[in-house]
């Protein structure tokens, strides 16, 4: 086994040391401590495994976005919302104020369960071809769009989708 190991480690640091090499020709990268930083950036962008201790971790929620509540009156815009999240679709109360799209699990609830920066993203009508498991009072699908990000599917009926979807598109704007 523990020779096993050995030759497992030197495989390991002849990766290591290809890979340097790779980075360095590839970004032309001349003095050993500029290839260090590279490095190192290029290993915080992938994940890390084994280090789960299967715990939750309580979400950081900024004292600004602690301001705004559910029933903010100052709002642009709020109501209920269907969100598709993991496959479902769920109730939450929305607030859309100064680019933010804060979603409340109910109306009078005084800080958001999550809060979405929307400016950048793109509002868009869901085609009803791509409706799937949607049923019953005239349900009507926008999504918001982000390079990078899964897209974020809403509905709700026609009237109310139509007014979210115009604010939302003011909000995505740099004003």
């Given at each position: 086994i523990f020779i096993a190991f050995c030759a497992n480690s030197v495989r390991i640091e002849e990766s290591a040391s290809e890979m340097m090499e790779i980075v360095k020709k590839e970004l032309g990268i001349s003095q050993e401590e500029d290839l260090t930083l590279k490095m190192i950036e290029i290993r915080s962008s992938f994940k890390k495994f084994g280090q789960s201790t299967g715990k939750k971790v309580k979400k950081y929620i900024p004292q600004?976005?602690?301001?705004?509540?559910?029933?903010?009156?100052?709002?642009?815009m709020s109501g209920w919302l269907l969100r598709r999240s993991k496959g479902r679709w769920k109730r939450l109360w929305f607030v859309l104020k100064e680019q933010v799209l804060y979603a409340y699990r109910a109306s009078e609830d005084v800080v958001a369960s999550q809060s979405i920066p929307v400016l950048g993203y793109e509002v868009e009508k869901v085609p009803e071809s791509e409706y799937e498991d949607m049923s019953g009072?005239?349900?009507?699908?926008?999504?918001?769009?982000?390079?990078?990000?899964?897209?974020?599917?809403?509905?709700?009926?026609?009237?109310?989708?139509?007014r979210w979807m115009f604010s939302l598109q003011e909000a995505t704007l740099l004003k």
């Open positions: 600004r976005l602690k301001e705004v509540t559910a029933n903010d009156s100052d709002s642009q009072e005239s349900k009507f699908l926008f999504r918001l769009v982000h390079p990078g990000q899964p897209p974020l599917m809403f509905a709700t009926d026609t009237h109310s989708a139509e």
